[in-house]
T-cell receptor, first 114, second 112 residues
Framework: DTAVSQTPKYLVTQMGNDKSIKCEQN?????MYWYKQDSKKFLKIMFS???????INETVPNRFSPKSPDKAHLNLHINSLELGDSAVYFC?????????????FGPGTRLTVT | LAKTTQPISMDSYEGQEVNITCSHN???????ITWYQQFPSQGPRFIIQ???TKVTNEVASLFIPADRKSSTLSLPRVSLSDTAVYYC?????????????FGQGTELSVKP
């Protein structure tokens, strides 16, 4: 009965490859997020979707493309991976896109680009 | 540049009270302040949330002054298991509209 799940948990790949990370939530939330956490623990929002529509798109390279097939899923596709993309990526969901609503986070995907 | 600021790290001993302050000068008028806790290799999890004055739950208290430009998370009588990174989350108002911002996190180390 996992609330927010991500796959895979670990992803090791070479520079230049294309990879995807999947996220699913079973909480009935209508807002989902992707965050990047670097080695210094800084959590930075990348994207936010509300009812399958993009509402936050921070300054991230065009190589990152989120896709939300339905309210329960928000996948992250990354093209032409670079060394600097190595980080932990967290998916989260909430009832709404403001800080007023508790966000539920997935376990994270540790991406290592070699 | 709109941002939040927290101490990078704090040390404490078991049984002590720990107060972690987050400054958020440009907080959006109608938005809340939320604090999260993160253990190694896990996603952050909700601790407490407030809008103004004081909020208390079974694990923490949150103090917010009238101007709402800062907030203080208070952990009473910490134990070793409270060793974690603590983040504040607010919705900041900037030139590009509202923006959800996490603080850089405070790494709390509780010693026996």
């Amino acid at each position: 009965d996992t609330a927010v799940s991500q796959t895979p948990k670990y992803l090791v790949t070479q520079m230049g490859n294309d990879k995807s990370i999947k996220c699913e939530q079973n909480l009935g939330h209508d807002t989902m997020y992707w965050y990047k956490q670097d080695s210094k623990k800084f959590l930075k929002i990348m994207f936010s979707y509300n009812n399958k529509e993009l509402i936050i798109n921070e300054t991230v390279p065009n190589r990152f493309s989120p896709k939300s097939p339905d309210k329960a899923h928000l996948n992250l596709h990354i093209n032409s991976l670079e060394l600097g993309d190595s980080a932990v990526y967290f998916c989260a969901s909430s009832h709404s896109g403001s800080a007023a609503y508790e966000q539920y986070f997935g376990p994270g995907t540790r991406l290592t680009v070699t | 540049l709109a941002k939040t600021t927290q101490p990078i790290s704090m040390d404490s001993y078991e049984g002590q009270e720990v107060n972690i302050t987050c400054s958020h000068n440009n907080i959006a008028t109608n938005d809340y302040i939320t604090w999260y806790q993160q253990f190694p290799s896990q996603g952050p999890r909700f601790i407490i949330q407030g809008y103004k004055t004081k909020v208390t739950n079974e694990v923490a208290s949150l103090f917010i002054p009238a101007d709402r430009k800062s907030s203080t998370l208070s952990l009473p009588r910490v134990s070793l298991s409270d060793t974690a990174v603590y983040y504040c989350l607010v919705n900041l108002v900037g030139n590009q509209g509202g923006k959800l911002i996490f603080g850089q996190g405070t790494e709390l180390s509780v010693k026996p």
